[in-house]
């Protein structure tokens, strides 16, 4: 076999890893790098590959960062199937069209302000050819990828229809096995199982994202939550809430919820601001199979477990703008998560600059997106080419990361450490990767790898 990876190495996004097994070509995840503009748009326009070569595609889950520029892999050639989990094709559906729209809107803006002009890089007719090509696996299912290649989805408990893709081969009569973990979720999170534990492998592709540190206590959630709220309420401020539409906006209702039912805190009206948001929310409600036991018991006992006494969920623009005018404290939960685009921009530009309010941060934050200033408490951000003073409190919580922190990390990695010949580092920046390689080194690993971009290895 020989892996190459294209994305998501020695960085965090763009995550596109190939495989080469007796002669196949095995596209994993076909992600959209995120960043600076110019060089962004350049990586996710030009494919480093020939798109009718890759015979096989299968994705790990939903994430635009894993999945964004499928449309392009498509428009390029690629004319085979899409293996996905149903959960994570139904969440394509509308978080491939909702990236088209963003991108078309973007271009718009650009033009409009006689800035430089980056067009789309696909519309919704691509995203519609993308979506024919999706076929369905269920987890735990083996599926026959090629006539000597077998295709397993295991549940990684990181998002709705998070996969671990585990696929048997033989190579010279002997049997083998490549496991491509996506992004590992976390034990005891809310709403999802916990993740499948993998026995063995000859070859693991892993995350690293958090590899030099771990998040808050999942059992501190609800308090520090609660904590924030509270805070914010008594200074008679709003809080505002950049949120991934995908697991986190989820997550955060979810709590909101719990702490509603223990009346924890007060009674404040709250607005989901995206319409992404509330068609991954419908998404959520049609797969309670990927529930775990703890939310369906509330299910049963207190009903809807994303909605609240006083929620309101926003699609049109004009009940989005009618936000700004509020004089009440509020929550408001709006995309994008890393604040590089979305609703959230106006809510940012329009309560940042006034201390009673809270910003609060609740995922990653890759270099130099607006997220990251925030979270490094710029005194002036940039928002809409203007700069606004960063008065607001900022507060961030880790606890909500769908990703597994450092320890779970090494715990997932030394699983491997007698049966692997190589395990590979991807998905992380360089301080991350470099921090998990010698964890796992320091407890006796001695087959760990930091995957280079676009090197082929042999394995």
Known sequence: MRLTSYGAAREVTGSKHLAEINGHRILFDCGMFQGRRQ????????????????????????????????????????????????????????????????????????????????????DIDDVQ???????????????VLEPDVTLT?????????????????????????????????RRNMPILRDPWEPDHADVVIMESTYGDRDHEAIE??????????????????????????????????????????????????????SPLTVNVTEVFRLHTDCFDRDIRDLILESGDPFQLESIRYIRNVEQSKLLNKLDEP?????????????????????????????????????????????VERQPEIRVFGRMYPLNAHVEVMNAFSAHAGREELLRFGLRFKDCAEKVLLVHGEESSMDALKAGLEEQGMKNVFIQEPGKTIEC
């Not at 090509?133 to 599926?143: A, C």
């Not at 501190?220 to 809080?239: C, K, W």
């Not at 709590?255 to 709250?270: C, G, N, Q, T, Y």
Request: glycine share 6%.
């Open 39 to 122: 060089e962004s748009d350049h990586k996710n326009r030009e494919l480093p590959f020939a798109a009718n070569t890759i015979d096989k595609m299968v994705l790990s889950h939903a994430h635009i960062d894993h999945s964004g520029v499928l449309p392009m892999l498509v428009k390029q050639g690629y004319t085979g199937p899409i293996f996905a989990t149903p959960a994570t094709r139904d969440l394509c559906s509308i978080m491939l069209a909702d990236s088209a729209h963003i991108q078309k809107r973007d271009a718009e803006w650009l033009s409009k302000k006689k800035q430089s002009y980056i067009a789309p890089l696909y």
């Open 129 to 143: 050819n993308t979506m024919q090509r999706f076929v369905s696996i269920p987890y735990d299912l083996p599926f």
């Open 153 to 185: 989805f295991h549940d990684a408990g990181h998002v709705l229809g998070s996969a671990m893709c585990k696929v048997d081969y033989k190579e010279d009569g002997k049997a083998r096995r490549f496991l491509f973990g996506g992004d590992l979720g």
């Open 220 to 273: 501190s959630m609800d308090g520090h939550l609660a904590r924030i709220v509270n805070e914010t309420y008594q200074r008679r401020g709003s809080i505002i809430i950049p949120s991934f539409a995908l697991e986190r906006s989820q997550e955060i209702v979810y709590s909101l919820k719990r702490l509603e039912v223990a009346k924890a805190i007060p009674s404040l009206p709250v607005y989901v601001d």
């Open 330 to 374: 509020s929550i408001i939960i709006s995309a994008a998560g890393m604040c590089e685009h979305g609703r959230i921009l106006h809510h940012l530009k329009n309560h940042c600059g006034d201390e009673r309010n809270t910003i609060l941060i609740v995922g990653f934050q890759a270099k130099h997106t607006l997220g990251r200033r925030i």
